[in-house]
């Protein structure tokens, strides 16, 4: 029992690239989150997934695309990564929506 | 507009002492909020929650209080021990109707160290 899973643990831009965080949990809960955590900022909403087949906006959701390919895994996309988007980011998951469970985080750079 | 605040960005604390860690929050249709703890290069844990109908709940040396009327809750550890060295988030949803699926608004996050 793995919990939430994220890939990769690191991973460094250059400004403009693309890349697609993977995110996987295996405690067959319903819904999905990103977030993301920038010092002094606390974590911030990027999107979430209430559901399978469902996503909708967070808090930051500009920059970023998600994709809820079934009830296991969700991605956060950056179709042009930016150096505002330089953070640590969060993956998380919930049945009962408030008591999520994290996973590990991605260190992004983008240079 | 940061709707939830953790205005100590670090406590000292030495061990077998209490640790009082405090959030405040603006928005008024917060009705659950929650504890995080996160060590470095870790995702947060959850640690502990209450409901806006409670103004206190007890979780073996953990006790999270909720003042209502202040907008303020506070965490208290005791007694504290080395291990609970870490940062602690504050964090509140809003769920009018039941919508809310689990929405976080955390705090900026308080640095905790205990001494041995």
């Known amino acids: 029992n793995a919990g939430v899973t994220q890939t990769p643990k690191f991973q460094v831009l250059k400004t403009g690239q693309s890349m697609t965080l993977q995110c996987a949990q295996d405690?067959?809960?319903?819904?999905m989150y990103w977030y993301r955590q920038d010092p002094g900022m606390g974590l911030r909403l990027i999107y979430y997934?209430?559901?399978?087949?469902?996503?909708d906006k967070g808090e930051v959701p500009n920059g970023y695309n998600v994709s809820r390919l079934n009830k296991r895994e969700f991605s956060l996309r950056l179709e042009s990564a930016a150096p505002s988007q330089t953070s640590v980011y969060f993956c998380?998951?919930?049945?009962?929506?408030?008591?999520?469970?994290f996973g590990p985080g991605t260190r992004l750079t983008v240079l | 507009d940061q709707q939830v605040k953790q205005n100590s960005p670090s406590l000292s604390v030495q061990e077998g002492r209490i640790s009082i860690l405090n959030c405040d929050y603006t928005?008024?249709?917060?009705?659950?909020f929650l504890w995080y703890k996160k060590y470095p290069a870790e995702g947060p844990t959850f640690l502990i929650s209450?409901?806006?109908?409670?103004d206190k709940n007890e979780d073996g040396r953990f006790t999270v209080f909720l003042n209502k009327s202040a907008k303020h809750l506070s965490l208290h550890i005791v007694p504290s021990q080395p291990g609970d060295s870490a940062v602690y988030f504050c964090?509140?949803?809003?769920?009018?109707?039941?919508?809310?699926?689990?929405?976080?608004?955390f705090g900026q996050g308080t640095i905790l160290t205990v001494h041995p």
């Open positions: 209450i409901s806006s109908i409670k």
């Open positions: 998380a998951s919930s049945e009962r929506g408030n008591e999520q469970f």
């Open positions: 964090a509140a949803s809003a769920n009018p109707g039941g919508t809310s699926y689990g929405k976080l608004t």
């Open positions: 997934s209430a559901s399978e087949g469902t996503t």
């Open positions: 405690m067959n809960h319903n819904s």
């Open positions: 928005n008024s249709m917060f009705d659950y």
